[in-house]
Structures are given as structure tokens and as C-alpha cells.
């Protein structure tokens, strides 16, 4: 029984060893998750430990984790910070940056080596990548009329992303997306810049333009409709004066006096001057808008063509 005695003390040891070393394995082994990184430095350099675990000895390796998902960088151009355009139109824009680190040991080391475990916090993101981001919009947008960036707006992002590249020093350009695009307000321009004076002018022209263009359109409008209704007025009083004359006719073959036609002629005499004094009027109306646009709009603007009108419309009326 005795000579038993050292051999149960020898697997009594030898277990709580295993048992120690176990506990201590299991105190020293870091986890990460699926879209981490573990870099662990040591005696031997920097290891890379991508999606897996490894051992930390305490007081020999010294580990940090580094975020691999997909981070989000907001870019806000707006007010006096907005893009200038080709035709110098400021515009506001916000869009949002997609990027992910290429998950390789290489780029993950590097990354660690200039940046640390915060290169995928949002401040070191926009320190980073916010100026370069900007930079490539306003090249962009002076190739471009406002009117065009919202009509080619995919073209824009497209050429944006070409200009800032794919590749950014272990990062990977995922996705840019333009939220908004607006025109810039105007108290945001200083008329003291040269480009932002050229671009108030710009919209100077163009907003008395379209003025002109509207009141045009209003002044056609209504003359169409008064044009309706005197036509409807004339063929009244045509068929009117059809009506005295057959029975002037009728009386005539009978031997019986003839109805008066003064009453009649009085009217169509009536409705053709209405329609002389319409036709002035419409013509004043819209000589002065068009005058009014040519004189606002310098030498950029555009004149437009006279509206036809029928000035012989009301002259259907023919005295018997």
C-alpha cells in the first residue's frame, strides 16, 4: 500500500498540471468574431489572425482586434461648403461612403502599423478619406451644368469613384451613393467671388427667361380663350344676320315692308371693334414682357418669337 502511495501522488500532480495548464490555455486564448481581426504582437512580430482565435501569453504578446464589417462615411457639401457646377450653379450635395478593409493579413498589418485598431473608427475614416472624397466631387461637378448633374447623376458617381479609385491603402472602395442634390440657396453666395457672382447672373437669366416664357404662355392663353368666344359670337350674329335677310327677302317678294337690319349691323359692328381693341391689347401685353426680358437678360439672353395671331378672325363678318 505504501509503495502505491507515490504513484497516486505522481497522478495526482500530473492531473492538477493538466488541470492548471488547461484553465491557464483557456484564460489566454482571445476569440474574434466572423468580421474581426486579431493582430498579436510578440517577440516574433506582428501575427494576423483573421476570423480565428490565438493564444495571448500575458505580459509577452500584446493583441488588438481590428473591425473588418462595412463602415460608413457621411459626406455633408452644403451652404458654403456646396460644389460649384460647370455653369458656376453651386449645388448641395450628401452622399454616403461604403467601405470594408480587404481582409488579408498584408493589408490588415499595414492598416495596424499606420492607423491602429481605431483605422475603422467613423473619426478616423473622415480624417483619413473625408478631404479626398471632397476633392474628387468638385473636380467632377466643374465638368458638369447643374441640369446635367441631375440628369446623368449615375454618370457623376461613377466618374467621383473613378477619380477617388477603388483601392484606398487597404481599404475597399465598396459603394458611393448620392442621397441628395440640390440647387445651393442663394444667401450662400458671395457676390464678392467672381465664380459666384458669374453663377448669380446665370440664374439671374435664366429665372427672367422663363418669366418671360410663362407670361407669354398666360397672355397666348387667355387670347385663345377671348379668340374662342368671340368666334362663338361671331357665328351667332352670322346666323342672325341670315335670319334678317331671308325675311327681308320674304317681305320683299310679298310687298310687305322689310324688317329693320341696323339692330344687327350695330352688333357685328360691335363684336368686330371688341375684337380690334382684344387684338391691341394682347399685342401691348406681350411686346412689353418680351422688351422687359431682352433688357434683363443683357447679352445672354434669348428673344423669343412673336406669338402669331390671327388678326383676320373677326373679319368673317360681310356687310349686305
Given at each position: 500500500m505504501e509503495s502505491l502511495l507515490p504513484v497516486l501522488v505522481a497522478c495526482v500532480t500530473l492531473l492538477l498540471l493538466l488541470f492548471m495548464g488547461g484553465l491557464f490555455f483557456w484564460k489566454c486564448y482571445r476569440r474574434v468574431g466572423p468580421h474581426q481581426a486579431l493582430v498579436v504582437n510578440g517577440p516574433s512580430g506582428m501575427r494576423v489572425h483573421l476570423r480565428r482565435g490565438a493564444v495571448v501569453l500575458p505580459f509577452v504578446h500584446q493583441a488588438e482586434v481590428l473591425d473588418l464589417s462595412t463602415q460608413v462615411l457621411t459626406l455633408t457639401l452644403t451652404g458654403a461648403q456646396s460644389v460649384q457646377c460647370k455653369n458656376n450653379l453651386r449645388a448641395d450635395v450628401r452622399a454616403r461612403v461604403l467601405l470594408r478593409v480587404n481582409q488579408t493579413a498584408g493589408d490588415v498589418e499595414k492598416l495596424m502599423s499606420t492607423l491602429g485598431a481605431r483605422a475603422t473608427t467613423p473619426h478616423v475614416l473622415r480624417q483619413v478619406f473625408e478631404a479626398q472624397?471632397?476633392?474628387?466631387?468638385?473636380?467632377?461637378?466643374?465638368?458638369?451644368?447643374?441640369?446635367?448633374?441631375?440628369?446623368k447623376l449615375d454618370e457623376v458617381r461613377d466618374q467621383v469613384v473613378q477619380v477617388v479609385g477603388r483601392d484606398?491603402?487597404?481599404?475597399?472602395?465598396?459603394?458611393?451613393?448620392?442621397?441628395?442634390?440640390?440647387?445651393?440657396?442663394?444667401?450662400?453666395y458671395d457676390s464678392s467671388n467672381i465664380l459666384d457672382a458669374?453663377?448669380?447672373?446665370?440664374?439671374?437669366?435664366?429665372?427672367?427667361?422663363?418669366?418671360?416664357?410663362?407670361?407669354e404662355r398666360e397672355a397666348e392663353a387667355r387670347m385663345r380663350t377671348a379668340r374662342i368666344q368671340l368666334d362663338a359670337e361671331v357665328e351667332q350674329l352670322r346666323l342672325e344676320q341670315d335670319r334678317a335677310r331671308v325675311r327681308q327677302e320674304a317681305a320683299a317678294l310679298t310687298g310687305k315692308p322689310p324688317p329693320p337690319l341696323s339692330a344687327v349691323d350695330a352688333q357685328v359692328e360691335a363684336v368686330r371693334a371688341k375684337a380690334a381693341e382684344l387684338e391691341a391689347s394682347f399685342r401691348r401685353k406681350l411686346d412689353k414682357p418680351q422688351a422687359d426680358g431682352r433688357t434683363g437678360s443683357g447679352a445672354g439672353g434669348t428673344e423669343?418669337?412673336?406669338?402669331?395671331?390671327?388678326?383676320?378672325?373677326?373679319?368673317?363678318?360681310?356687310?349686305?
Open positions: 472624397f471632397i476633392e474628387a466631387f468638385r473636380i467632377v461637378f466643374r465638368s458638369f451644368d447643374f441640369a446635367e448633374c441631375l440628369q484606398l491603402s487597404g481599404f475597399t472602395l465598396e459603394s458611393l451613393q448620392v442621397e441628395q442634390l440640390s440647387e445651393t440657396p442663394l444667401s450662400f458669374m453663377g448669380l447672373r446665370v440664374i439671374a437669366e435664366l429665372t427672367t427667361h422663363l418669366q418671360v416664357a410663362r407670361a423669343e418669337e412673336d406669338i402669331p395671331f390671327d388678326s383676320g378672325f373677326h373679319a368673317g363678318f360681310r356687310k349686305t
